[in-house]
């Protein structure tokens, strides 16, 4: 089983529109957080969110928790062709060894 | 900004040779971490290190390698006798005491012929 699914995993939407992304997970986590990853790049921290919080914003982002339901969003608003790029979630687990365990990813395509 | 860096940028090896690959941690963190990514697959965690030793690390993670934080700036990877299937981007990411987030390097791709 894996730790950190997104769906979709490909997304392709117009320059303006809302961008969703989702990640589940199965494991109890400290915290979880997003990544983006344009082609052949380093990871790029996006935003973290903890465990006991339930929604927070950045910018244009805006993420999303439920602990219950193991599950994360990533929402992008107003979305521009700059943002076309992989989006990973990443879980945190402090089990003494501080693991960070990613998703597959989610391949955002955001046509201009 | 401070950042992480990697070098080299890419490497070519050959099957069964050794490599190094080199990273320099932000300079006050204290704990570091290396990953790999095969092409078009998911970013794998290896190890994570923190008082000059493993804290832990995934079952891809085998004998053949090995983390060494030789003086006070470098954090290296080592893989003792490359396979093909070795050939993958190489992230090294470093955290600060307290702090949730890391910082990932630029990465290097290394190439196992």
């Known amino acids: 089983s894996q730790q950190g699914e997104e769906d979709p995993q490909a997304l392709s939407i117009q320059e303006g529109e809302n961008a969703t992304m989702n990640c589940s997970y199965k494991?109890?986590?400290?915290?979880l957080q997003w990544y983006r990853q344009n082609s052949g790049r380093g990871l790029v921290h996006l935003i973290l969110?903890?465990?006991?919080?339930r929604e927070k914003h950045s910018g244009r982002l805006r993420v999303t928790l439920d602990t219950s339901k193991k599950s994360s969003s990533l929402l992008i608003t107003a979305s521009r062709a700059a943002d076309t790029a992989s989006y990973f979630c990443a879980t945190f687990r402090n089990t003494g060894g501080f693991k960070t365990i990613f998703g597959a990813g989610t391949r955002l395509f955001v046509k201009a | 900004e401070p950042e992480v860096t990697q070098t080299p940028s890419h490497q070519v090896t050959q099957m069964g040779q050794e490599v190094i690959l080199r990273c320099v941690p932000i300079s006050n963190h204290l704990y570091f971490y290396w990953y790999r990514q095969i092409l078009g697959q998911k970013v794998e965690f290896l190890v994570s290190?923190?008082?000059?030793?493993?804290?832990?690390k995934s079952e891809i993670f085998d004998d053949q390698f090995s983390v060494e934080r030789p003086d006070g700036s470098n954090f290296t990877l080592k893989i003792r006798s490359t396979k093909l299937e070795d050939s993958a981007m190489y992230f090294c990411?470093?955290?600060?005491?307290?702090?949730?987030?890391?910082?990932f390097g630029p990465g290097t791709r290394l190439t196992v012929l």
């Open positions: 290190f923190y008082n000059n030793e493993i804290s832990e």
């Open positions: 990411a470093s955290r600060e005491q307290g702090a949730a987030e890391q910082f």
């Open positions: 494991t109890s986590i400290n915290n």
């Open positions: 969110i903890r465990s006991n919080e």
